[in-house]
């Protein structure tokens, strides 16, 4: 095991040809697979602190996302979920337990219900489906900043305010650790330098996501930060009532990144989940 691959630096990624575009992941370990999907704007790296917890034990595979880290951006009409079970498929893995934050919670429940030969088990932190909804007044004053900011031509005040979802509604940015917040710009920094204003929108929906999530049966545990926004925490808890079999536990203290602010905590309850699977 190389020292990049615990990190989860740009060093050990592979590349994937999807047919439109190659798509990196990260692939280290030995053992059962687990797949981790990184939050909207970020890449694999933000996992790096779950790598030393799980390679002993499991072979991880961690994609950047389409128009994400390393990966390409879109040049036709896409669905995430897709561009991941044709990795597994590529891969030879399936069933597997898929663990997302945010984004990547999102698409791990469109692949539980567009592809659920290759799902095993889920983990999802700070998020509902991919068709959520959002009404927390927090959320629409980061939009708002956010669209001043682009409208100034303010990139760091843009940033700084996406960052925010890192603070949660009841604290301050530098109230986080600064080297999470660093990390978390570097990776946010890096996707937005991929993308242009006028780009086509690629990205196609999956539809009817929370009437079909009541078919899904695999276990699913949801892990959310505490002080993350309403809405956030309010989504993964009606995803978790809305499967066969789902459950959430708290990360007491942290915003919507738990697994980069108090990474022991986030593991112990991921490495529970984990091998109450193996019975």
Same mark, same amino acid.
């Given at each position: ?23 990196? @992941? ?17 890449? =694999? ?9 799980? $390679?002993?034990? @499991? ?8 128009? =994400? ?12 979920? /897709? /561009? ?8 030879? &893995? ?27 088990? &889920? ?19 980061? %939009?708002?900043? +956010? ?7 303010? %990139?760091? #005040? ?13 604290? #301050? ?10 990390? $978390? ?12 204003? /006028?780009?086509? +929108? @690629? ?8 009437? #079909? ?27 978790? #009532? ?14 919507? @990144? ?18 109450? &699977?193996?019975?």
């Amino acid at each position: 095991m190389t020292e990049s691959a615990v990190t989860g630096s740009h060093d050990d990624l592979r590349f994937f040809d999807s047919g439109h575009g190659r798509l990196a @992941y990260l692939d280290a370990g030995t053992g059962e697979p687990l797949v981790l999907l990184h939050g909207g704007l970020l890449d =694999h790296r933000s996992w790096a602190d779950q790598l030393p917890a799980l $390679l002993p034990e @499991y072979r991880v595979i961690a994609p950047d996302t389409r128009g =994400h880290g390393a990966s390409d951006n879109a040049s036709r009409p896409f669905r995430p979920a /897709d /561009d991941l079970a044709d990795l597994l498929r590529h891969l030879g &893995l399936g069933p597997v337990t898929v663990i997302g934050l945010s984004m990547g919670g999102t698409i791990a429940l469109d692949l539980a219900l567009e592809h659920p030969e290759l799902v095993g088990a &889920l983990v999802i932190s700070g998020n509902g489906t991919s068709q959520s909804e959002f009404s927390d007044p927090w959320l629409g004053e980061l %939009a708002a900043e +956010q669209a001043a900011a682009l409208a100034e031509g303010d %990139a760091e #005040r843009w940033l700084d305010s996406f960052t925010r979802l890192a603070s949660g509604p009841h604290r #301050r940015l530098d109230e986080v650790g600064p080297e999470v917040v660093r990390r $978390l710009k570097e990776m946010t920094r890096n996707t937005v330098a991929k993308h242009t204003p /006028d780009e086509p +929108q @690629y990205l196609v929906p999956v539809t009817d996501t929370w009437k #079909r999530l009541t078919g899904i049966t695999v276990p699913l545990l949801a892990i959310n930060g505490g002080i993350d926004s309403v809405d956030h925490i309010n989504l993964a808890e009606r995803a978790v #009532r809305t499967v066969v079999n789902g459950r959430a536990v708290i990360v007491e203290g942290t915003g919507h @990144y738990p697994n980069m602010e108090r990474p022991e905590e986030f593991n112990a309850h991921l490495l529970d989940f984990l091998r109450a &699977l193996r019975g």
